[in-house]
T-cell receptor, first 114, second 115 residues
Framework: DQQVKQNSPSLSVQEGRISILNCDYT??????FLWYKKYPAEGPTFLIS?????DKNEDGRFTVFLNKSAKHLSLHIVPSQPGDSAVYFC?????????????FGQGTELSVKP | GAGVSQSPRYKVAKRGQDVALRCDPI?????LFWYQQALGQGPEFLTY????????KSGLPSDRFFAERPEGSVSTLKIQRTQQEDSAVYLC?????????????FGPGTRLTVL
């Protein structure tokens, strides 16, 4: 019963183009969503987040979109750079839960080719 | 230290051995989390501490797994009588307060291989 799903294990994009990573969730109690980026042999690094009261959050080249009715979020990277090549994890939490237990998707490996 | 550190980085254990994995969170961080990441999967929550109190251990897969944070800083995850299915990367994360939306900062993980 995977509550957070990333259905694309991998994505390949040309440098300078847009990368779109998708994530679906099933638990309607989730009200805060995050994207983490992971390089090999390192821990995940926080990238961007969005509260369920918003439908968009932007930070530089990174924008996260949330569609609550579809229980879907996406991460857009524009323009994509070779240094963006990494595994991207979508995660969700329920704000009122003490501490902030994160529920992660399986990850999408992004490859940005020069 | 500048970030979360974990030791050892790699651990090989024979089935049935006990192992102890250490996490040094960012200094002053109140919250500490342990996650387990199997190959090709996302991290899965194991347990959560606020200072020295273990407030959520719902993700620990069996009573062979035990975590502690006795002085509210360093934490140890202990696995008794290791099994092959325990092979995974064990990630520790810390956050500044007990607020659920605080950013969690992850360590590099300990890769455990059980033979």
């Amino acid at each position: 019963d995977q509550q957070v799903k990333q259905n694309s294990p991998s994505l390949s994009v040309q440098e300078g183009r847009i990368s779109i990573l998708n994530c679906d969730y099933t638990n309607s109690m989730f009200d805060y969503f995050l994207w983490y980026k992971k390089y090999p042999a390192e821990g995940p690094t926080f990238l961007i987040s969005i509260s369920s009261i918003k439908d968009k959050n932007e930070d530089g080249r990174f924008t996260v979109f949330l569609n609550k009715s579809a229980k879907h979020l996406s991460l857009h990277i524009v323009p994509s750079q070779p240094g963006d090549s990494a595994v991207y994890f979508c995660a969700a939490l329920t704000v009122y839960n003490q501490g902030g237990k994160l529920i992660f998707g399986q990850g999408t490996e992004l490859s940005v080719k020069p | 230290g500048a970030g979360v550190s974990q030791s050892p980085r790699y651990k090989v254990a024979k089935r049935g051995q006990d192992v102890a994995l250490r996490c040094d969170p960012i200094s002053g961080h109140v919250s500490l989390f342990w996650y387990q990441q199997a190959l090709g999967q996302g991290p899965e929550f194991l347990t959560y501490f606020q200072n020295e109190a273990q407030l959520d251990k719902s993700g620990l897969p069996s009573d062979r797994f035990f975590a502690e944070r006795p002085e509210g800083s360093v934490s140890t995850l202990k696995i008794q009588r290791t099994q092959q299915e325990d092979s995974a990367v064990y990630l520790c994360a810390s956050s500044e307060s007990g607020i659920s939306t605080d950013t969690q900062y992850f360590g590099p993980g300990t890769r455990l291989t059980v033979l």
